[in-house]
């Protein structure tokens, strides 16, 4: 079979000429590759919109496969692997109310490069190549005994991760965990190939009705299996076990039915987050950051980062992605690696990558989100940068973003500094940013490289530092450094607003350190 179709969010038809851009999109790293300790590797984000056809990124013929199942994933998939044990805990927090809590002293928490919390108030951990959980019924740790999922065989180039990156609480008794793998470069045994296009069995891809088409690689298509993101779950033994590498799409149609492509091809039985909207495109490979919707109408959902976009996760099914984009001077699409997630106070979905950020409030449809018509997924702010920073094409390097309860839009970067976003109108690529000074040089110098933010219930913005530590904006806007915090780097920030007091959990180079009431 002889394929023939545009290249995945470019909708380019033209081959791409050395060096090759993924899909007329470059997401090239300002580093090599993702770096895969404490999730800090580098990010990605939303194309603009097409012109209001409602045809998402990426392959521009015919849809791929799949099922044509009516609800467009809405439901909650059961997995087929049974439930996860939550825990015999109470609906209500076990863990102290007092303002500051060292978890780490407390609980005798090892190492720790990322944290979640799940909805029955497990806190899940990642260390390297292993996961673990305090669960909440018996506060004691437990550690998977031996690597699972994508770890199993080792990290490196030549295995399914070269590390893991990120961790995230879903439902009572699961998590999701990220990885990071190579990103994927042009091919000297098909020089005419788009990196990331991946052809099928019995397929003959022809990018250029001018040149033979690209026959299939076995070779190749074992990229499918590298990064992306495992789902693990306590089970009835309360042991850590994957649950399955997810891999189950699901993509509204303009008829009503739900495109899922396929989920076995050759002796690849599980493809991984590949492009809901075309199979064949490899394109999110490594997860850099997550979030999960802890309050409002999509609770439960979980959002993903990766090297090309935001995913977005309900269960075991996923719909992939957005990006935030500008065009070069050859009108190539550029996305960054997604560093900066965050949901805003009214569910909207913040997006921040290397250069651009953007807003988008999604429908109900979990298989709405690759929609690219404005009519579907409303956008408050489709791809833009700060003008008051930097021009366009030079790295913003945005690590967090966050709304504050009184409406204001916070940026943080992790060389830039702190910005307030200010929305002009949404499709103005320029809006309007303002730095967040210091009173002095002191607080100015702390505040350079941010790593995290985090946006409390009490109004507050909590600014976690790559040197300087915790700081907090306060709702009166005035900065105060937080010294109940040990630590002067801080990994990650998550605000969990469903126990009461509320909980904000700040991972450091020293630990674990829970304040609540914020």
Request: charged share 20%.
């Given at each position: 079979?002889?394929v ?10 033209e081959?791409n000429p050395?060096p090759?851009?993924d ?5 090239n ?8 300790d404490?999730?800090?590797g ?20 015919e849809?791929?496969g799949?099922?044509s199942?009516?609800?467009?994933g ?20 076990p ?7 060292d978890f780490?002293?407390r ?13 029955a108030?497990?806190?899940w ?21 031996s ?8 990290f ?11 961790i ?23 020089p ?17 009705p ?20 495992d789902?693990v ?6 042991e ?5 590498h ?7 149609r303009?008829?009503?039915?739900v495109q ?9 039985h599980?493809?991984?987050i ?10 999110d490979r ?20 990766s ?6 996760i ?17 009108g ?13 106070q009214?569910g ?20 709405d ?5 404005k ?28 709304q504050?309860?009184d ?7 992790r ?17 309007t940013g ?10 100015n ?17 909590y ?22 915090v ?10 969990d607003?469903?126990?009461t ?12 350190t ?5």
């Open positions: 079979m002889v023939v179709t545009a290249w995945a969010c470019g909708g380019s038809s081959p050395p090759a851009t899909g007329n999109i470059d997401n790293p300002p580093v090599s590759r993702p770096d895969p404490g999730g800090s580098p990010d990605g984000g939303t194309a603009p919109d097409d012109g209001g056809s409602g045809e998402p990124d990426g392959g521009g013929g849809p791929d799949g099922s199942e009516p609800d467009g809405s439901g909650e998939p059961d997995g087929g692997s049974g439930e996860p044990d939550g825990g015999s805990g109470s609906a209500e927090s863990w102290p109310t007092d303002a500051v809590t780490t002293a609980y005798g928490l090892s190492r720790v490069q990322a944290m979640g919390v799940d909805a108030h497990n806190i951990l990642l260390d390297g190549d292993r996961i673990g959980v305090l669960r909440a019924d018996t506060q004691q740790v437990v550690w998977t005994r690597p699972i999922g994508q770890a199993q065989g080792g490196g180039v030549d295995r399914a991760a070269t590390g893991s990156t990120v995230c609480g879903g439902n009572a008794g699961r998590a999701y965990v990220g990885y990071a793998t190579d990103d994927l470069r042009p091919d000297p045994e098909f005419d190939l788009q990196p990331n296009y991946l052809v099928g069995p019995g397929e003959c891809y022809q990018p250029d001018s040149k033979p088409c690209i026959p299939y690689s076995h070779r190749r298509l074992q990229y499918y299996k590298q990064g992306d993101v789902v779950r306590l089970n009835a033994s309360g850590v076990v994957l649950e399955e997810l891999h189950q799409s699901v993509r509204n303009a008829d009503g039915s899922t492509g396929p989920r076995v091809l050759a002796d690849v599980n493809l991984g590949r492009n809901s909207n075309d199979h064949h495109f490899d394109e490594s997860i850099l950051s997550c979030v999960t919707v802890m309050h409002g109408r999509d609770k439960g959902d979980v959002y993903v980062g090297n090309h976009g935001v995913t977005r309900r269960g075991l099914e996923y719909s992939s992605h957005r990006h935030p984009v500008w065009l070069n001077e050859r190539s699409q550029m996305a960054g690696y997604t560093y900066g997630l965050g949901i805003a009214d909207d979905v913040l997006m921040a990558n290397d250069w651009m950020f953007g807003i988008v409030t999604p429908t109900p449809r979990h298989g989100w690759d929609d690219m018509n009519s579907v997924n409303l956008m408050k702010v489709e791809s833009s940068y700060l003008p008051q920073l930097n021009s366009i094409s030079e790295f913003d390097n945005w690590r967090g973003f966050q504050t309860t409406g204001r839009y916070y940026l943080g970067s060389d830039h500094g702190l910005w307030q976003m200010t929305i002009t109108w949404a499709a103005n690529q320029a809006q303002e730095r967040i000074a210091g009173a002095n040089a002191e607080q110098a702390a505040l350079q490289n941010i790593n995290a933010l985090a946006a409390t219930g009490d109004g507050s913005l600014i976690g530092t790559d040197r300087a530590g915790l700081w907090r904006l306060t709702p009166m806007k005035t900065l105060e450094k937080v010294e109940s040990n630590g002067s780097r801080v990994r990650q920030l998550l605000y607003p469903r126990p007091p509320a909980a904000l959990y700040v991972l450091t180079d020293r630990g674990l829970v304040l609540r009431g914020n």
